[in-house]
């Protein structure tokens, strides 16, 4: 078994009492709006902090000023801060909606890290605003040491937003409980197009209250509109502890623009005044890298850099970030016997082949943000990820599909796990080239978990090309079933440093685990 203690620690939790016992002075009421400029005197940070990417050297640091401010960022191997060094960061203002990060390099592999944010104001650096605290585990260099995180998406979707009658969003407390490693979020991490009103009517007759904003009153067209998207579920006191303690490693999909969304496409929706979505996906790109911690990599625009990355844990695990939404051609009925764009693209693709056989972990988890065999369609004849439920040999984006996993079974990598979530259910399946329609790939494991806090639905079918066998599924019986009426899934991976064997936990809110499975280090296949 690993010698690495994991649980909430007493350290951990006492560290907290900073950012925790702050969070009640920090908690922003129920139906507040976004903060900025509203503060006289010293700069604060009332939208807490967050840690991102970290792995065993390094990490980034996020906060949230309420007016211009610089950054300082101290770290230390004790909550004391006896012994402290200093991270000096940006200046934030209005041309990044008073955001910013510090990257963190040289940090101790394997260890706990308390740090603590400080915004002073840039013309005075002696009028400074209470530190917010937080702290991470840095990954271990050491196999022995194991490893453990969690993983969901699908965040204040169709219309249910942060409940106050239900506490807002319980769910990140019963995970940040459980002191994972890190989080990976999968992606409709807001709901750029989905409207929060102040209340729904349950079919039994319940009424669901929400916190509203103005910019969640309507879809997100403007920066400031996209960037009031992404603040909103900030308002949730549970999230901000939950990042306050939990390192996480976040992708996009569609909703952070519009459902359903690929590059060059023109709408036909009339509550949008802006058609070009090209334009609404710079925007949501630019507000994206401004609220979560993230690398810019490539920049592709004002603010914005390319999601699909590596995030590498020591020697037991890479975490492959895919990006299905940036570089996919047109949704459409998926037949088209060559397709060289796909769902990656062919750069993706490239890079994705390049690093996985680079790769010397153990395990190989790729975050996907959109399911392999499960059918998802767009409208009446389109299709909106991979899938396009015609059960024989691959077309359209199945074919760039096919080009990976025939990749990794003749470059003999060892060790590949799908992770996703998307389809607001549970499931766990199997592909084989036994019951494939194409053959030329080794066995692999894909698990679903979602939503986080959003609508459930009904489980879709499964298309045969790859073989997929659905060994577990959960779902509701009918469409957008509020998260009042049924749980919130999110799963959880844990390693074993001494055997390397890796187990899935499907979980449920409430301590459920719905699904265990455990997997076997060094094969090709499982």
Same mark, same amino acid.
């Given at each position: 078994m690993?010698?690495r203690?994991?649980g909430?620690?007493? @350290?951990?939790?006492?560290?907290?009492r900073g950012s925790?016992?702050?969070?009640a002075?920090?908690a922003?009421?129920?139906?507040?709006?976004?903060?900025?400029?509203?503060?006289p005197?010293?700069?604060?940070a009332?939208?807490?902090?967050?840690?991102?990417?970290? $792995?065993?050297?390094?990490?980034?640091?996020?906060?949230?000023s309420?007016?211009?401010a610089?950054?300082t960022v101290?770290?230390?191997a004790t909550?004391?801060?006896?012994r402290?060094h200093?991270?000096?960061?940006?200046l934030?203002?209005p041309?990044?909606?008073?955001t910013g990060?510090?990257?963190l390099?040289g940090?101790p592999?394997g260890e706990?890290?308390?740090?603590?944010?400080?915004?002073s104001?840039p013309?005075?650096?002696?009028?400074s605003?209470?530190p917010?605290y937080?702290?991470?585990r840095?990954a271990?260099?050491?196999?022995?040491d194991?490893?453990r995180?969690?993983?969901?998406?699908?965040?204040a979707g169709?219309g249910?937003?942060?409940n106050?009658?239900?506490?807002?969003y319980?769910?990140?407390?019963?995970m940040?409980r459980?002191?994972?490693?890190?989080f990976?979020?999968?992606g409709?991490?807001?709901?750029? @197009?989905?409207?929060?009103?102040p209340?729904v009517?349950l079919p039994?007759?319940r009424?669901w209250r929400?916190? $509203? $904003?103005p910019?969640k009153s309507r879809v997100?067209?403007t920066?400031?509109e996209f960037r009031?998207?992404?603040?909103?579920?900030?308002?949730d006191?549970?999230?901000?502890?939950?990042n306050?303690q939990v390192?996480s490693?976040?992708?996009?999909?569609?909703h952070?623009?519009?459902?359903?969304?690929?590059?060059?496409q023109?709408?036909? @929706?009339?509550?949008?005044?802006e058609?070009?979505?090209?334009?609404l996906?710079?925007?949501?790109m630019?507000a994206?890298?401004?609220y979560f911690?993230?690398?810019t990599l490539?920049?592709?625009g004002?603010g914005?850099?390319r999601?699909?990355?590596?995030v590498r844990?020591g020697?037991?695990?890479d975490?492959?970030?895919?990006?299905m939404r940036?570089y996919?051609n047109a949704n459409s009925?998926?037949r088209q016997p060559?397709?060289?764009t796909?769902?990656l693209?062919a750069e993706?693709l490239?890079w994705?082949?390049?690093?996985?056989?680079?790769s010397?972990?153990?395990?190989?988890v790729i975050a996907?943000d959109?399911?392999?065999?499960?059918v998802?369609p767009?409208?009446a004849?389109d299709?909106e990820?991979?899938a396009?439920g015609d059960?024989g040999?691959p077309?359209?984006?199945?074919?760039q599909?096919?080009?990976?996993?025939?990749?990794?079974k003749?470059?003999?990598? $060892?060790?590949?796990?799908?992770?996703?979530a998307?389809?607001?259910?549970?499931s766990?399946q199997?592909?084989d080239p036994?019951?494939a329609?194409?053959?030329?790939?080794a066995?692999?494991?894909e698990?679903v978990?979602g939503?986080?806090?959003?609508?459930g639905?009904?489980?879709?079918g499964?298309?045969?090309t790859?073989?997929p @066998?659905q060994v577990?599924?959960?779902?509701p019986?009918r469409?957008?079933?509020?998260?009042m009426?049924?749980?919130q899934?999110?799963?959880?991976?844990?390693?074993d440093?001494g055997?390397g064997?890796l187990?899935?936990?499907l979980?449920a809110?409430?301590?459920?685990?719905?699904?265990s499975?455990t997997?076997?280090p060094?094969r090709v296949?499982q």
């Amino acid at each position: 078994m690993s010698h690495r203690t994991h649980g909430p620690s007493h @350290d951990r939790r006492t560290l907290l009492r900073g950012s925790l016992a702050a969070s009640a002075a920090l908690a922003l009421p129920f139906g507040a709006a976004a903060p900025a400029q509203a503060l006289p005197g010293r700069p604060h940070a009332v939208w807490g902090v967050q840690t991102g990417d970290v $792995t065993s050297s390094s990490g980034l640091v996020w906060v949230r000023s309420d007016r211009p401010a610089r950054m300082t960022v101290e770290t230390s191997a004790t909550e004391s801060f006896r012994r402290s060094h200093r991270w000096h960061g940006p200046l934030l203002g209005p041309g990044t909606d008073f955001t910013g990060t510090t990257p963190l390099r040289g940090l101790p592999a394997g260890e706990q890290v308390h740090y603590r944010v400080t915004l002073s104001d840039p013309d005075d650096p002696r009028r400074s605003g209470e530190p917010v605290y937080g702290t991470f585990r840095t990954a271990s260099a050491r196999r022995r040491d194991g490893a453990r995180f969690l993983w969901s998406g699908d965040i204040a979707g169709q219309g249910w937003g942060i409940n106050p009658d239900l506490g807002g969003y319980r769910v990140y407390e019963e995970m940040r409980r459980l002191d994972p490693d890190f989080f990976l979020c999968s992606g409709d991490t807001v709901y750029a @197009d989905g409207v929060i009103n102040p209340s729904v009517t349950l079919p039994d007759g319940r009424v669901w209250r929400n916190v $509203t $904003t103005p910019e969640k009153s309507r879809v997100a067209q403007t920066l400031a509109e996209f960037r009031g998207n992404f603040r909103y579920n900030l308002l949730d006191t549970h999230l901000r502890r939950f990042n306050a303690q939990v390192p996480s490693i976040v992708q996009w999909d569609d909703h952070e623009v519009r459902n359903n969304w690929y590059p060059g496409q023109i709408l036909d @929706d009339v509550r949008y005044t802006e058609k070009n979505v090209d334009v609404l996906a710079a925007r949501s790109m630019r507000a994206f890298s401004e609220y979560f911690p993230i690398p810019t990599l490539s920049p592709r625009g004002q603010g914005g850099g390319r999601i699909h990355r590596v995030v590498r844990q020591g020697p037991l695990l890479d975490v492959f970030v895919l990006d299905m939404r940036t570089y996919r051609n047109a949704n459409s009925p998926g037949r088209q016997p060559v397709d060289a764009t796909g769902i990656l693209g062919a750069e993706q693709l490239a890079w994705l082949k390049r690093e996985l056989s680079r790769s010397r972990a153990v395990w190989k988890v790729i975050a996907s943000d959109m399911p392999l065999g499960i059918v998802v369609p767009d409208g009446a004849a389109d299709f909106e990820a991979v899938a396009q439920g015609d059960p024989g040999a691959p077309l359209g984006r199945e074919l760039q599909i096919a080009e990976l996993l025939r990749f990794i079974k003749h470059a003999r990598i $060892t060790g590949t796990l799908w992770l996703t979530a998307d389809v607001h259910y549970t499931s766990a399946q199997h592909y084989d080239p036994s019951r494939a329609a194409f053959k030329d790939f080794a066995p692999f494991w894909e698990f679903v978990s979602g939503p986080l806090a959003a609508g459930g639905f009904p489980a879709t079918g499964l298309d045969a090309t790859f073989g997929p @066998d659905q060994v577990f599924v959960k779902a509701p019986t009918r469409a957008n079933v509020s998260p009042m009426e049924s749980p919130q899934h999110f799963g959880e991976v844990e390693i074993d440093g001494g055997s390397g064997e890796l187990t899935v936990r499907l979980r449920a809110e409430g301590d459920a685990v719905l699904f265990s499975r455990t997997l076997q280090p060094g094969r090709v296949g499982q």
